[in-house]
Structures are given as C-alpha cells and as structure tokens.
C-alpha cells in the first residue's frame, strides 16, 4: 500500500522569501506525484505533477517542485512566496501503470502561511 | 456550469437516517471519483467510475455506503443508517480519461455532511 507524509502541519514565511513544503511517500514500483492546493472555501486545484523524465517539474502560479527518488521525497518549492499563496497543500502520489487511475493517496495537509 | 457541482454544500443528520449526496462533473469527463476528507485529514479515496460502471470501489468503509453514476454523468453517493463517524467532508472530482491515467482531477467544493 502506498503513503504520504508531509512532516509539518505548519509552515510560516515571510512574503518575498523562498518557501519548501516537504512531502516523503511510499509506493510499489515507480510514483506517480502530485501537488493539490486548497483555498478556503474552495475546492482542491491541481498544481503540478511528476510522471517521468525531468525531475524538476514546474506547475500554475510558479511553483516548483523536485522529485529525489533515492531520498522518496518531492518537495514543493517556489522562490519568492507571495501572501497570496496561504493556503492548505496536499501532497499525492499513486503507483505508476495498473489500473488505479484516479485513485490517489493525500498525506493531512500543510498550512502554508505567508506574512506581509 | 464550469466546474464539478455538489449539492448539497452543507447536510445534518441524525444518526441512522439515510442520506444521498450529488456530484455534477464537468461537462464530457468520463471519469468521476468520490473521495472523503476528515477534519485535519487529508482526501481519502471512496470510489471511482469510468462511464456507468464503477471500476474500484475499494475504498468505500463498508455496506453503508454505496454509489451510482447510472448515465455516465451526475453520480449520487448514498449513505444508510448513517453513524457519527460519517462526519466529514465528501469530495467529487472529474477528468477526462487521459487526466485520469496521470491524476489530474477537478474537484468540487464537497459536501460536509455531519450526524448528530
């Protein structure tokens, strides 16, 4: 069975700064990787993924995000957080080929806050 | 509309009453998932259709629960004898197929369904 971890429930930055949100997971075979952002009041919004190839994937509103396949990790990134960026963020992944298409598994979330 | 409707937004119950939830996808997106997001939690897969035909339904808890998209668009979730534990968020989401191979989904706003 494949999991999620996002290790911190929280992360604070100052607008301008560069932000990490950090995502581990475990899978069978190679990963499928996603990033989810929520807004409140708002459904989740897909903002990028990694299937193969390059392992920097760059999604919507410029973010980024590394896939390390020796450390099982795909970090979010972005170089200069903006306020508006506060927001829930859910890491996903899913096994590579099969049949589970949609079928992905979210860690609990990050709380991404960005001060003024 | 746009994007995937749910109705209703927000639902209360007692315990042991029966409850349907709705999902609209959007408009020629075969693909339609239900997933589940308690609080401090994040989504977890009930089920997935491709078309009429429900192609994994492993994530629904038990025979409480079941699911119909019987023209391959609106999907109903329906819930019997509902417990305290249902208490959450029901989350929708559509894609095409291809977007469903690599988890691309649009979801709704959800659900919150609590049982008194």
């Known amino acids: 069975a494949q999991s999620v971890a996002q290790p911190e429930d929280q992360v604070n930055v100052a607008e301008g700064n560069p932000l990490t949100v950090k995502c581990t997971y475990s899978?069978?075979?190679?990963?499928?990787l996603f990033w989810y952002v929520q807004y409140p009041n708002r459904g989740l919004q897909f903002l990028l993924k990694y299937i193969t190839g390059d392992n920097l994937v760059k999604g919507s509103y410029g973010f980024e995000a590394e896939f390390n396949k020796s450390q099982t990790s795909f970090h979010l990134k972005k170089p200069s957080a903006l306020v508006s960026d506060s927001a829930l963020y859910f890491c996903a992944v899913r096994p590579a080929g099969g049949t589970s298409y949609g079928k992905l598994t979210f860690g609990q979330g990050t709380i991404l806050t960005v001060h003024p | 509309g746009a994007g995937v409707s749910q109705t209703p937004s927000n639902k209360v119950t007692e315990k042991g009453k029966y409850v349907e939830l709705r999902c609209d996808p959007i408009?020629?997106?075969?693909?339609l998932y239900w997933y589940r997001q308690s609080l401090g939690q994040g989504p977890e897969f009930l089920i997935y259709f491709q078309g009429t035909g429900a192609a994994d339904d492993s994530g629904l808890p038990n025979d409480r629960f079941f699911a119909v998209r019987p023209e391959g668009s609106v999907s109903t979730l329906k819930i019997q004898r509902t417990e305290r534990g249902d208490s959450a968020v029901y989350l929708c989401?559509?894609?095409?197929?291809?977007?469903?191979?690599?988890?691309?989904?649009?979801f709704g706003e959800g659900s919150r369904l609590t049982v008194l």
């Open positions: 899978v069978s075979g190679n990963p499928y």
């Open positions: 408009s020629g997106h075969t693909a």
């Open positions: 989401a559509s894609s095409l197929k291809r977007g469903a191979n690599t988890g691309e989904l649009f």
